[in-house]
């Protein structure tokens, strides 16, 4: 019996990672004039059993359409110090290419974005902490994954789950923009 159960649970489980990291938000462009000259790379955060697929949702794929070139950094579920050195490998491949990336992480990533290593790191033109309020109603399995990697700010809404995204999604190519335009300005000035 105990055995069912636990298989029912984890069926739950995994068509509710399925269903989130398939769903489709509806949104319109919104025009710029500068489209920024480097990769944006987004940093997936902690994972657990009760959230692992497609970190981002659909984030990424606005900046794409958009105009952006997006990759997705897939990342160790926990373990820190492999974490630190998948980010180290993407910086160093980037300076062996002789390019620069701007890189995009949560809060669940702050830690190891922060290190000198990666923070002056010749590869990296920017790092961009998206940040979330906890002011959404959660799922069940969001309080899970929340308690799981101890954030309790963690929000999957704001990931791109529903409509909730648009505005991290704005807030993100708002900064891609604003990133663009200064690195315009100074290679004008130079």
């Given at each position: 019996?105990?055995f069912?159960l636990f298989?029912?649970?984890?069926?739950?489980?995994?068509l509710?990672?399925?269903?989130?990291?398939q769903?489709?938000?509806?949104?319109?462009?919104?025009?710029?004039?500068?489209?920024?000259?480097?990769?944006?790379?987004?940093?997936?955060?902690?994972?657990?059993?009760f959230?692992?697929?497609?970190?981002?949702?659909f984030?990424?794929?606005?900046?794409?359409?958009?105009?952006?070139?997006?990759?997705?950094?897939?990342?160790?579920?926990?373990?820190?110090?492999?974490?630190?050195?998948?980010?180290?490998?993407?910086?160093?491949?980037?300076?062996?290419?002789?390019?620069?990336?701007?890189?995009?992480?949560?809060?669940?990533?702050?830690?190891?974005?922060?290190?000198?290593?990666?923070?002056?790191?010749?590869s990296?033109?920017?790092?961009?902490?998206?940040?979330?309020?906890?002011?959404?109603?959660?799922s069940?399995?969001?309080w899970?994954?929340r308690?799981?990697i101890?954030?309790?700010?963690?929000?999957?809404?704001?990931?791109?789950v529903?409509?909730?995204?648009?505005?991290?999604?704005?807030?993100v190519l708002?900064?891609?923009?604003?990133?663009?335009?200064?690195?315009f300005?100074?290679?004008?000035?130079?």
């Open positions: 019996m105990i069912f298989i029912f649970c984890v069926a739950i489980i995994l509710h990672n399925i269903r989130r990291s769903k489709k938000i509806k949104f319109e462009l919104i025009p710029n004039c500068l489209v920024l000259d480097v990769p944006i790379v987004f940093v997936e955060g902690k994972k657990s059993l959230y692992f697929l497609n970190y981002w949702n984030i990424p794929y606005y900046m794409k359409e958009h105009g952006y070139e997006v990759h997705i950094l897939r990342m160790p579920w926990r373990n820190q110090s492999q974490r630190k050195l998948a980010v180290l490998k993407i910086l160093d491949q980037s300076r062996i290419e002789n390019k620069q990336v701007l890189m995009v992480y949560d809060k669940t990533c702050e830690e190891i974005m922060q290190t000198d290593l990666i923070r002056h790191h010749p990296l033109i920017k790092t961009e902490l998206i940040e979330y309020k906890t002011k959404n109603k959660f069940s399995l969001s899970f994954h308690c799981s101890r954030d309790q700010h963690w929000n999957p809404q704001h990931l791109g529903g409509p909730e995204a648009i505005p991290t999604a704005n807030e708002h900064r891609a923009i604003s990133l663009a335009e200064k690195r300005q100074c290679s004008h000035n130079s």
